[in-house]
């Protein structure tokens, strides 16, 4: 058995720039395999920051990071005696081409799919309710479906059935991508997305956040996340018409932006009435997240697709119930009536019953939030996460020795 390991993780994005969780996945499962006795270098992309030391930047703009990795890596190889090279989705697909030159000598390799390109290009089209047309497409989206999605997809079939191995973040995941990429079963493992416990605490304060927006003892809902059509806000929005005639105090946080969607969801908010109650907080410093979860009562996460969200495991981890829709992984986190609730795709009806059954109980709100974040540090730890990654590298390895 290989006692000491020497693995290159690759990844598009790694912070402090964090597009999504795929950034903060990569930094954690790093830094956590580190202590498990893993040797462990980064590839990425980025302007070299020295508050992340073992970090190879050798591309500032994502856009050329695939191209550059393909260029680089027969010196990066000479220069490192790595034993695995882990890719964060498709940003391996430069570094694998070269598994079709070195082949037997090329270190052994390992994909963690996060979601199925396929399923995010079919769920980015403009919003209807009731057969009315509310968001359209943003130009980002546009590009986004026509042109980067079947890239994205062609390298992930890439990547994926030239890796010696495949782990998807979540049951639902490994299923979507056995069918859309056609992987083998016997090639593939689920290890799920970690929390660390202690960065999102429900003891932490949450006075600052009501402070600053002067909301006083006003039930906050939160949602956090990139604006996208799949993340679904505009369906928060009109819930939240229904919730105000209930409870006329109820405020909404919005955190996140990009994807040139911000104008249409700022418009459709006036054109409801709902400035008055909705906050957009724009985009906010990873050390205040923590302070947002702290200062809410309850977390959405709409979407009408998501693999496995972080958002979901920062909420839990922080003693708040999530609503969520049932698709992807999230189900395999939240435990419904237990943990948050869980709700039928694009269901408005639902989604006003259970925020206004939250707002108004408190009793079942904390339990709830007890309950979650209980179930995120017996079954989501960082910890226990690299344990499970520091298992395939070595059936890898000892898989490669006996071969």
């Not at 020295?50 to 930047?57: A, G």
């Amino acid at each position: 058995m290989v006692l000491v390991m020497r693995m290159c993780s690759i990844t598009g994005v790694y912070p402090p720039e964090r597009i999504g969780g795929v950034s903060e996945v990569a930094y954690n499962l790093q830094k956590y395999l580190r202590k498990e006795g893993v040797k462990v270098v980064v590839l990425t992309s980025g302007k070299q920051n020295e508050k992340y030391p073992n970090v190879i930047r050798i591309s500032q703009n994502t856009s050329f990071f695939l191209i550059k990795s393909f260029v680089l890596l027969p010196r990066i190889l000479k220069k490192s005696n790595i034993d695995i090279f882990h890719f964060q989705g498709s940003s391996g697909a430069g570094v694998i081409l070269w598994k079709l030159f070195f082949r037997k000598k090329f270190p052994k390799t390992i994909t963690t799919l996060h979601t199925s390109s396929v399923r995010e290009m079919v769920e980015t089209r403009p919003l209807k309710i009731k057969g009315k047309t509310i968001c359209k497409l943003s130009k980002q989206e546009y590009i986004f479906k026509y042109l980067k999605s079947p890239l994205n997809i062609i390298l992930d079939f890439l990547v994926t059935h030239l890796s010696d191995r495949v782990i998807s973040v979540c049951e639902q995941t490994k299923k979507d991508c056995t069918a859309d990429y056609f992987l083998p079963i016997n090639k593939q493992s689920v290890i799920y997305n970690g929390i660390e416990a202690q960065k999102f605490n429900p003891k932490f304060d949450g006075s600052f956040i009501r402070s600053k927006y002067n909301l006083n003892d006003n039930p906050i809902i939160l949602f956090i996340g990139v604006f996208k059509v799949r993340k679904r806000i505009p369906l928060i929005f009109y819930a939240l018409i229904d919730i105000i005639k209930k409870n006329p105090k109820v405020k909404l946080i919005i955190i996140g932006g990009k994807w040139g969607y911000s104008e249409q969801l700022i418009a459709l908010c006036k054109r409801l009435k709902l400035e008055k109650n909705v906050i957009f907080a724009g985009k906010v410093s990873d050390k205040e997240i923590p302070k947002y979860y702290a200062s809410s009562d309850v977390v959405l996460v709409p979407s009408s697709y998501e693999g496995f969200p972080l958002v979901i495991l920062e909420s839990m981890a922080s003693g708040k119930p999530v609503i969520a829709t049932n698709v992807g992984g999230i189900s395999e986190v939240v435990i419904d009536e237990k943990t948050g609730f869980l709700i039928d795709k694009d269901n408005i009806s639902q989604l006003i019953e259970k925020t206004l059954f939250l707002i108004r109980n408190d009793k079942n709100r904390k339990e709830m939030g007890k309950n979650a974040r209980k179930r995120v540090i017996e079954d989501f730890s960082w910890e226990k996460i690299a344990k499970q990654y520091k298992i395939e590298y070595q059936q890898l390895l000892k898989d490669s020795i006996t071969k």
